[in-house]
């Protein structure tokens, strides 16, 4: 049989499926009351979790649908299948991470006797930097969709919504509504940016949603918020060469160890970011020059402050989108107030309808937590698994220009759960051997654990800031995960030199007192 | 050769479409245009019907070795009249992705008598293109 009968034989049955689809549809709609459904499986979100999950469970013989959709930002940036890691966070901000820190290593590249013709003539090309970025993008969400057709899980590009507990409606972009029941149901459906309730914000200010496909430079620009998504977008504009001030409403990086948080907003200082700490905005004007002109209060003087930027990006935190699900329709009554769903086991109030990723309350809102218990979920939905997500002790990396990598308890944390008198922190500064030439800042370059006091001192956490600190903290999760002792890791001979080994080497406690700046190296 | 019977055959309403559909503008009819497929007709009827053999290239805009192997393809292929070169955007063909498995871009696939001949994965060097070519062309005895 010649390819193109084959090919005729496919081109063919293509068309007549269309036409026998609404007749399907009725007989399944009247057949679902005895309990047959369309799919074993649907999932809402084609994001890390929910995608990690359909897959996992086709693997298994489910029938599975995802059913996906963007609904355009603010400002109208839309994008493909993949979810927020994808298009416009994970992915995107390592992208531009890299290309500023490419950017310093030109300059450093001088030291080591690079002959850089014109170094004041680098500059950043920026839609050759987004065009980039997007073409990359673009190739992923082409991958992922040959990758559902291929695996046969059904992609359905609309908005979907409960109408009863085991039926959706899928709101496609031309108005239509398909409607489709499962027997599962799993609620993948992620955040998008909140944007404060100031005049201005929404008609004149961008988020992360937007910034990696910015049609034009951004120009000097005021990042409100210092999670880290403030401080990586702050961070990279910086680097790239747009002037960025930061406002902090309360902390940087809340919820993460404040004496590491601290180290890196040192180093976005010593770099040029300025900072405007306890304030919080107040309002956003354009200009008839078209720049914006931002106000701003900080609560604990009083004072106001204003200044003209050419971009104002969003970043004061992340709302779950449940609301447009309808989950009352469903039955399904947990969810908290900031909108989150409270599900420990990823089971939700209504059985059969579960939850993972970022919509998920009290989890860490990272892509490999979503893609671990997503998987983990189809096991046990049909796989017999039985293993559940394990949510401690997940390590994570902000990429600001000089990283900062965790994994398990901060400093703050630990005390809180023990108390002083059994903790033990083991801390240094160091200085990267790469440094020394291009004499690179080494003040921020520092690193600390924190352990039990007693015994064999069990590691509660692993604290770096420094260059590539993922890749540093990454192997040491897994220590973390056996059980290391701060035994063990003194006991660990480093690999030399790299920054890692640092770890290695840690021997002074806070509590002695002693000075952590290091001597010299190799001693 | 036949391409100009074929066309001549051709209602003129129906040239004029294919005409403005090419990038290409030839200048004269009986000269080889390069096929945009935009659907599965399409390529049952350019492709897969052709009677000459054709280089389908599968293309994305987002992708940068595509951008320097379409272009080299057109190059060497347009001055030839007795092989013929079809570009299948894959975002707009998402069948045709399917049905020739098409997992990374770009992808070249050799087509005569609706047969797939030979296959080509990734951005290849020029000696192995003009090799395809001259064996679909008749130059060279097939290996």
């Known amino acids: ?523 | 050769m036949s391409k100009a019977i074929c066309k001549g055959l051709r209602s003129p309403i129906r040239s004029l479409i294919n005409l403005r559909r090419a990038k290409t503008i030839s200048t004269s009819l009986v000269h080889n245009e390069t096929i945009l497929v935009k659907n599965n007709e399409e390529f049952v009827n350019k492709v897969m019907n052709n009677d000459k053999p054709v280089i389908v290239n599968f293309h994305a805009e987002w992708c940068e070795p595509c951008k320097i192997l379409t272009p080299k393809l057109k190059e060497l292929i347009e001055p030839l009249d007795n092989l013929d070169l079809a570009i299948v955007d894959v975002e707009d063909n998402a069948e045709l992705v399917h049905t020739f498995e098409v997992k990374a871009v770009p992808a070249v696939i050799a087509v005569k008598n609706g047969l797939i001949v030979d296959k080509f994965i990734g951005l290849v060097d020029a000696d192995m293109i003009t090799n395809l070519i001259d064996r679909m062309s008749g130059k060279k005895k097939p290996s």
């Open chain 1, 1 to 523: 049989m010649t390819i193109l009968r084959n090919f005729m034989r496919i081109a063919n049955s293509f068309r007549p499926v269309q036409r026998i689809d609404n007749i399907f549809f009725l007989s399944w709609r009247t057949f679902s009351s005895h309990g047959t459904f369309d799919y074993d499986l649907a999932v809402i979100g084609g994001g890390s979790g929910g995608l990690a999950c359909a897959k996992e469970a086709v693997n298994h013989g489910a029938r599975v649908a995802v059913l996906d959709y963007v609904t355009p930002s603010p400002q109208g940036t839309k994008w493909g299948l993949g979810g927020t890691c994808v298009n416009v966070g994970c992915i995107p901000k390592k992208l531009m991470h890299q290309a500023a820190l490419l950017g310093e290593s030109i300059h450093e590249a001088i030291s080591y006797g690079w002959e850089v013709p014109s170094p004041d003539a680098i500059k950043i090309n920026w839609s050759a930097l987004t065009e980039a970025v997007q073409n990359h993008i673009k190739s992923v969400n082409w991958v992922t969709r040959v990758d559902l057709r291929d695996k046969k899980i059904e992609y359905i590009n609309g908005l979907g919504e409960f109408k009863d507990p085991h039926t959706l409606v899928a709101t496609l972009k031309n108005g239509t509504k398909r409607e489709l029941t499962a027997r599962n149901i799993v609620i993948a459906v992620g955040g998008r940016p909140h944007y404060p309730d100031i005049p201005g914000a929404l008609e004149y200010c961008i988020s992360s949603d937007d910034i990696f496909s910015l049609g034009h430079p951004p120009g000097k620009t005021l990042v409100v918020g210092a999670g880290y998504i403030g401080l990586e977008c702050a961070g990279f504009l910086n680097s790239l060469g747009f002037s960025a001030t930061v406002l902090v409403r309360s902390v940087p990086l809340r919820g993460f160890d404040q004496q590491m948080a601290l180290m890196v907003t040192n180093e976005m200082e010593e770099r040029g970011v300025a900072f405007h700490h306890k304030c919080i905005p107040l309002s956003v004007e354009k200009l008839e020059s078209g720049q914006l002109k931002a106000r701003w209060q900080n609560t604990e003087t009083g004072e106001q402050a204003e200044d003209v930027f050419d971009t104002v990006l969003m970043a004061t935190g992340r709302y779950a989108l449940t609301k447009a699900l309808n989950l009352p329709a469903a039955g399904v009554t947990a969810v908290t107030g900031s909108g989150k769903i409270a599900a420990q086991t990823e089971q939700t109030d209504v059985a059969h309808v579960y939850a993972v990723g970022d919509v998920l309350e009290g989890r860490p809102e990272l892509t490999p937590v979503a893609i671990h218990a997503g998987r983990l979920l189809a096991r046990r939905l049909f796989a017999d698994g039985l293993q559940h997500m394990d949510y401690e002790n997940v390590a994570t990396t902000v990429f600001t220009p000089l990283e900062y990598g965790c994994v398990g308890l901060s400093e703050e944390a630990a005390l809180d759960r023990y108390g002083e008198e059994s903790i033990e922190v083991y801390h240094a500064f160091y200085k990267p051997t790469e440094f020394f030439i291009p004499q690179r800042n080494i003040r921020n370059c520092y690193l600390k654990a924190v352990a039990e006091r007693g015994g064999a001192q069990r590691v509660l956490g692993l604290h770096f800031v420094g260059p590539v600190a993922g890749e540093v903290i990454q192997g040491f999760a897994a220590a973390i995960k056996c059980g290391l002792t701060m035994e063990q890791l003194m006991n660990t001979v480093g690999i030399h030199p790299t920054v890692a080994e640092e770890f290695t080497r840690l021997n002074i406690t806070k509590r002695s007192g002693k000075d952590p700046n290091p001597a010299s190296c190799c001693s």
